[in-house]
């Protein structure tokens, strides 16, 4: 059994779909095995989100696939993350540790793309979704789109030691 962490973001609380949300990963068979609401502090968010030049440039690069012309992936990428820190810590997010066969990878498909505007239909992100990478960088703010979820394993078990504490994880 593998396990991934969910973030919903503050988006999600704001506007009532958290147990929407929270329904479609145990509709499609994944066990919540950790769930809280917190206001993410600083710190923790520091961490998540890392200023690695890997991670930035990764950034970067989904917002000149979003359609803008970007000359400085980094930059770009550093960017985005000093919003997201900003943004995952000015409300209530909902942190949740889910466990299933390929966890990860079916967390990430019923999450959908990074961008709401070109999720599919049928996904969280996809149904759900109102903004776009290309509003939110017309405003200089990260997309609001509703949740994170871990990539990889390395990164899910990283994650879940930041946001919980081995004793809250059932």
Do not use: C
């Not at 000149?64 to 993350?81: C, L, N, P, S």
């Amino acid at each position: 059994m593998e396990r991934t962490l969910i973030v919903i973001k503050p988006d999600g609380p704001q506007r009532n779909l958290v147990g929407e949300i929270i329904s479609r990963y145990e509709r499609a068979g994944l066990k919540i095995k950790a769930l809280k609401m917190l206001t993410a502090t600083k710190s923790l968010v520091e961490k998540h989100y890392p200023v690695e030049k890997s991670y930035l440039v990764e950034l970067g690069k989904k917002s000149e696939k979003a359609g803008d012309k970007i000359t400085d992936y980094e930059a770009q990428g550093r960017m985005i993350v000093t919003g997201l820190r900003d943004y995952i810590t000015s409300g209530p997010v909902v942190a949740m540790v889910a466990e299933g066969d390929n966890a990860i990878q079916r967390v990430r498909e019923i999450t959908g793309y990074t961008d709401p505007s070109s999720a599919k239909p049928g996904t969280i992100r996809g149904d759900l979704g109102e903004d776009s990478i290309i509003a939110a960088n017309k405003d200089k703010r990260p997309v609001k789109n509703l949740v994170h979820a871990s990539g990889n394993p390395e990164e899910a078990q990283r994650e879940i030691g930041l946001w919980f504490v081995p004793a809250e994880v059932v």
